[in-house]
Each structure stands twice: as C-alpha cells, then as structure tokens.
C-alpha cells in the first residue's frame, strides 16, 4: 500500500511564500506521475501543477511563473514553492500521485490528506 503526506501549509500574508512538500512511502516501482490540487470552500478541487515522468512540468494558468513544482523520484518527494501568494488562493492542497507498484505494470494513485494553506493579513 502507498501513502502520501503532505507538509507545509500555514498562514501566510498576501504576497508571501510557503512551500509544500508531500513524501510517498510504500511499495513503489516507478513513478508515473505526481503533482498538486487544491479546493477552496464551495469550488471543486483543480489542478495546480502536476510533474510526470518525463519531467515535463504542467501549471494551471493563474500560478505560472509564481509556482514552481519539483520532484525528487530517489526519494519519492514532490515539493511546490509558492510565491506572490494571493488571497484567492486561500484552499486545502492535496497531493496526488500515480505509481507503477510492480514490474508487471500495476498502478497505484491517490491522495494526501491535504494541507491547509490560508492566505490572510
């Protein structure tokens, strides 16, 4: 069984910084993909930025060139620094990965539990 834990969420002013960090433990063969969604109250969860194998990264419009993700496949970590924080961004993130658990091709793809990040002065 996989699990993913996220760290890194707080409080944060307009403007601000935090970065996220979310570790995957278990029986990992290969990563597929790993990436990053939030959900404010009332909207439906949306992607963030997501880093497949390939190491081709892909942002949601709005935090291209203030968010920046990255993966560590040694260690099976997928980080995102968030810079100019703003207000509008005030949401639960969850980390979200895909694994290959087996040579024989199964997968494995879930969630974190999700990280508060409130975005206030």
């Known amino acids: 069984q996989v699990q993913l834990v996220e760290s890194g969420g707080g409080l944060v002013q307009p403007g601000g910084s935090l970065r996220l960090s979310c570790a995957a433990s278990g029986s990992i063969f290969s990563t597929n993909d790993m990436g990053w969604y939030r959900q404010a109250p009332g909207k439906q969860r949306e992607l963030v930025a997501t880093?497949?194998?390939?190491?081709?990264?892909n942002y949601l419009d709005s935090v291209k060139g203030r968010f920046t993700i990255s993966r560590d496949s040694a260690k099976n970590t997928v980080s995102l620094q968030m810079n100019s924080l703003k207000r509008a961004e005030w949401a639960v993130y969850y980390c979200?990965?895909?694994?290959?658990?087996?040579?024989?091709?199964?997968?494995?793809?879930?969630w974190g539990q999700g990280t508060q990040v409130t975005v206030s002065s």
């Open positions: 880093i497949p194998g390939s190491g081709r990264t």
């Open positions: 979200y990965a895909a694994f290959q658990i087996d040579p024989d091709g199964s997968t494995w793809r879930g």
